[in-house]
């Protein structure tokens, strides 16, 4: 299950915060964040864009990830609550479509694209097709939702 120490010292530390966000309230389920809000992020199987790394070159560019098929970008936060709720789905999303990059860029550490995407609120969810942003959705998202939302804007169907 886990590789390295890392992510044991990282699951270790958010499983405090995975236990309160296992029993969240319906009316949560639009959230968005605020710096108020506060969580951490655990380190999973997606990808993670670092801080060294460009935005651009690593996801829109002629040779960027995006040229392969349709990339789904998460821009996230560590203080971001709702962020926290919609890694499981994500998680969940990446299981049904295999073929589907999912990318998640701290928002805190890629100001530059924040701008560039004009980013207002988190999470926010980009469909990016062939180098060009093609959809957007901002806040926390129901699974049947995004698998409809990626169905139609991301032109995917459920792999077997």
């Known amino acids: 299950m886990f590789r390295s120490k890392v992510q044991i010292l990282a699951f270790l ?13 319906a009316s949560l389920s639009t959230a968005k964040c605020s710096r108020s809000n506060y969580a951490t992020r ?19 560019g002629e040779a960027g990830l995006a040229s392969s098929g349709p990339v ?5 936060a560590t203080w971001c609550g709702p962020c926290k709720l919609i890694e499981p789905i994500l998680n969940d999303v990446q299981t ?7 990318i998640k860029v701290n928002a805190d550490e890629h100001k530059q694209a924040v701008k560039d995407y004009k980013v207002t609120g ?4 980009m469909v990016v097709k062939e180098g060009k942003v093609v959809a957007k959705h901002e806040g926390v998202i129901a699974k049947p939702k995004l698998v409809k939302f990626l169905e139609k804007k991301g032109g995917l169907s459920p792999e077997a």
């Open 13 to 25: 530390a958010i499983l405090p915060a995975v236990l309160c966000f296992s029993f969240v309230p």
């Open 96 to 102: 049904t479509y295999p073929s589907l990059q999912i």
């Open 42 to 60: 655990s380190l999973n199987m997606l990808l993670t864009l670092e801080k060294e790394e460009s935005f651009d070159d690593k996801i829109m």
């Open 122 to 125: 988190l999470p926010l969810l």
């Open 72 to 76: 789904l970008v998460d821009f996230w």
